[in-house]
């Protein structure tokens, strides 16, 4: 193959290795010698320098030639924009191992041991008495928790199973249903409402995550906050479903 001249002092080219699936575009000066090049390439493949060896592929990844010449330039090879090098590894490593992060060995360290340490954010966070470990903060934080638990009791002891009532969630339409559960759950912490909807416009058949509160058909049962259950004399209305 017949090399031009070239005046540009620096090429870009793609990176490609037989220690990986990907590819890298970078930018190097011509004036390194293969040498300097490949100890440039070793934070680019993660190959050693003495184990490379390079091979220059055109941009229509043609091959064209081996870069062996230790002392030799880049830019006296036929490297042009969009031309690709592939590194050859002959270090014994096998393809996709340094992309394989199982294999990395990880640091672990015991919550008791980590507490000991002084120089950790767990500790900086005692010490400065943020987060967690803000006492006043966490206390009133519980306060509030307990008097929204206190306010959802008084509500839901207003309201009884089968019932007729309305729900008036944000953002949604005004449902009609009946009243089927009253209580505690395990899905969520607080008192919550089990509500059996004239239409399908709920989410659940009455259970959640497996535990079954009350019955009824798919898609029928919803869970809501007792402020936003109102009870009385709704008859349900005859929305036309079983005419067809």
């Not at 490379?52 to 010449?69: N, R």
């Not at 996709?96 to 000991?116: C, N, T």
């Not at 500790?123 to 307990?146: D, T, W």
């Not at 898609?219 to 209305?237: H, I, M, N, Q, R």
Request: proline share 4%; with cysteine; charged share 30%.
């Amino acid at each position: 193959m017949e090399v031009t001249g070239i005046s540009a002092p620096t090429v870009t080219v793609f990176i490609s290795s037989s220690l990986n699936s990907f590819r890298s575009e970078k930018r190097y000066s011509r004036s390194l010698t293969i040498a300097e090049f490949k100890c440039k390439l070793e934070l680019v493949v993660g190959s050693p320098a003495s184990c490379m060896e390079l091979e220059l592929y055109g941009a229509d990844d043609k091959f064209y030639s081996k870069l062996d010449q230790e002392d030799a330039l880049l830019g006296s090879y036929p490297v042009d924009d969009g031309c690709r090098i592939h590194v050859v590894d002959h270090s014994g490593v096998r393809l996709g191992e340094y992309e394989d992060v199982s294999k990395v060995e990880k640091f672990e360290i015991s919550s008791e041991a980590y507490d000991r340490r002084q120089n950790t954010v767990r500790s900086f966070m005692k010490r400065s008495k943020v987060g967690p470990y803000n006492e006043e903060l966490r206390a009133q934080r519980e306060a509030e928790a307990a008097q929204r638990l206190s306010e959802e009791k008084a509500q839901a002891s207003a309201i009884s199973v089968g019932s007729r009532c309305e729900v008036q969630a944000p953002g949604q339409s005004l449902r009609r249903g009946t009243v089927m559960y009253v209580g505690l759950t395990d899905f969520k912490p607080g008192y919550w409402v089990g509500v059996r909807y004239d239409e399908p416009l709920g989410k659940n058949d009455g259970s959640v995550n497996g535990k079954r509160y009350f019955e009824c058909q798919p898609k029928y049962g919803a869970f809501v906050k007792p402020s936003l259950v109102t009870v009385g004399d709704f008859p349900e209305e005859d929305y036309g479903l079983d005419e067809m």
